[in-house]
Nanobody, 118 residues
């Protein structure tokens, strides 16, 4: 059974930082490109950051220079370090895994809520 379990969300003041974690189980971690999406109230889910082929990364323009995606293959975990947070970063953040050779194999976590407010 595949599980992606996010943690690390919460309430933070503008300018603050949070680190999200996503622990994966039931998949061969290296076979999947891991990433993060978010969905703000009344908005569509959008890509935040993801690993692409060759270990490269891709970021939404709105988070470039502030967010960093990383992983720990030994722990089957992907992280999202979020710095200089803004109120518009408020959303539910979802972990995402897509098989590198079979892109129809996609898994989502349950989401972790991030609220940026003073």
């Amino acid at each position: 059974q595949v599980q992606l379990v996010e943690s690390g969300g919460g309430l933070v003041q503008p300018g603050g930082s949070l680190r999200l974690s996503c622990a994966a189980s039931g998949i061969i971690f290296n076979f999947y490109a891991m990433g993060w999406y978010r969905q703000a109230p009344e908005k569509q889910r959008e890509l935040v950051a993801t690993f692409t082929d060759g270990g490269n990364t891709k970021y939404a323009d709105s988070v470039k220079g502030r967010f960093t995606i990383s992983n720990d293959n030994a722990k089957n975990t992907v992280y999202l370090q979020m710095n200089s947070l803004k109120p518009e970063d408020t959303a539910v953040y979802y972990c995402h895994a897509v098989h590198r050779l079979r892109p129809a194999n996609i898994y989502w976590g349950q989401g972790t809520r991030v609220t940026v407010s003073s």
